[in-house]
């Protein structure tokens, strides 16, 4: 009886290694919510998202990231990380430059949030955003920090935040 | 060696120094899987230690036990050998000529070891020896030359060696939890090597399921026939 339970165990903690070498889990919370996500019982804190989403809508980026990161602690849910990267193009957006560092965080937070996604698509019904899949906001941030001729043309004064 | 000890405790071990093995502590928490390298050296080190008899590995797995004893042996060797590749990635910096350096001299040591140690004390001493010293190396003195809050003097030398390198020369700094998470998984690892079944240990593990009787682990040497001497 003990063989089977000492192997069992085995098994057990040396799968839990691997996938925390996979995941990486920077804090416990991450880790205690990768693990509920991986049995399909992660939740985010609907309130704390509300509270977010307001802040968003405000154009108040930073408190909008707080409450996001609140509500998503294990930073698991595609959707709350995909506004996080939507706010860090919208506050990093410029008429005449963007922020390249706000920018990159932006293009890290929504490779992440694709890779949350199921099957890496990821789309949002939010008539406020000008952008509505994950896609079409990777690309706009990865414009943004790309350096090329096109930066030179004047008529990219006249477009606006998406 | 009790079945206890097989099945549970060891396995323990030499997994939480895999776990801990690969954590490194800064600005953020990194789980760093082993190099190629600390694969190769962590099988110079289980051959050193079955060469030493410090693991007697037909003690874990034989022709005479059960399946689910053979697994169970199985696991502790597979454990082992993780653990081994996980405590030299912990104590071999990361990237640059120090990984050169460190890998190099590891090497050097493993194949010396494998070389001339022959019995199970002497070599868990040079082992002791061997990862507290490089402990000292990594943990004490790189650390306190790259820490962030190092005096003016220190990142003078630190710039200068670096200079002279070309660049060669670069190592990341850890927060302190890392060097006592490292000093305490060198002592599990410690621990785990003594605690393994060595060949020094009376084969009281062969024992039959059941009837506790001793059983052969292996059929007995043939007597030499007169024509086998000639």
């Known amino acids: ?162 | 060696m009790t079945v206890v000890r097989e099945a549970f405790v060891l396995p323990a071990i030499f997994l939480t120094v895999v776990l801990l093995g690969g954590l490194r502590i800064a600005e953020d928490v990194r789980l760093v899987a082993p190099s190629l390298m600390a694969l190769v050296q962590a099988m110079l080190l289980v051959g050193c230690l079955m060469r030493a008899r410090a693991i007697a590995p037909e003690q874990l797995m034989n022709a005479g036990r059960p399946a689910l004893e053979n697994c169970s042996g199985l696991v502790v060797l597979l454990a082992l050998f993780a653990a081994c590749a996980q405590v030299f990635n912990l104590l071999t910096p990361e990237s640059g000529l120090l990984f050169l350096l460190f890998s190099v001299f590891f090497l050097v040591q493993l194949l010396t070891t494998l070389a001339a140690v022959r019995d199970r004390v002497p070599l868990l001493q040079a082992l002791v020896i061997l990862l507290g010293s490089v402990f000292l190396i990594r943990f004490v003195a790189l650390e306190a030359l790259y820490s962030p809050e190092a005096g003016t003097l220190k990142r003078l030398l630190t710039a200068v060696m670096e200079g002279v390198t070309l660049g060669g020369l670069e190592y990341r700094a850890h927060a302190p939890a890392t060097g006592y998470l490292a000093f305490l998984t060198l002592a599990l690892f410690v621990v785990g090597l003594v605690l393994l079944p060595s060949g020094e240990e009376p084969r009281a593990l062969a024992l039959e399921s059941g009837t506790g009787q001793p059983r052969p682990l292996a059929a007995p040497p043939r007597q030499l026939e007169e024509a086998d001497r000639d």
């Open chain 1, 1 to 162: 009886m003990l063989r089977p339970l000492g192997l069992a165990f085995a098994c057990a903690y040396a799968a839990l290694i691997v996938w925390l070498y996979a995941a990486q889990p920077q804090n416990v919370a991450e880790m205690t919510g990768g693990l509920a996500a991986g049995v399909g019982a992660y939740r985010i804190n609907q309130q704390a998202f509300e509270d977010g989403l307001a802040f968003f809508r405000k154009d108040q980026f930073e408190e909008a990231r707080a409450a996001f990161a609140r509500a998503d602690s294990a930073r698991r849910d595609a959707r709350t990380q995909f506004y996080i990267a939507y706010s860090y193009y919208r506050q990093g957006w410029g008429r005449f430059y963007n922020d390249d560092e706000l920018f990159k965080k932006g293009l890290e937070t929504v490779d992440l949030a694709i890779a949350l996604a199921p099957e890496g698509r990821l789309v949002v019904d939010d008539s406020n955003l000008g952008m509505k899949t994950a896609d079409e906001l990777r690309a706009e941030l990865q414009r943004g920090i790309t350096r090329d001729a096109s930066d030179l043309n004047p008529l990219r004064l006249l477009e606006g935040r998406k």
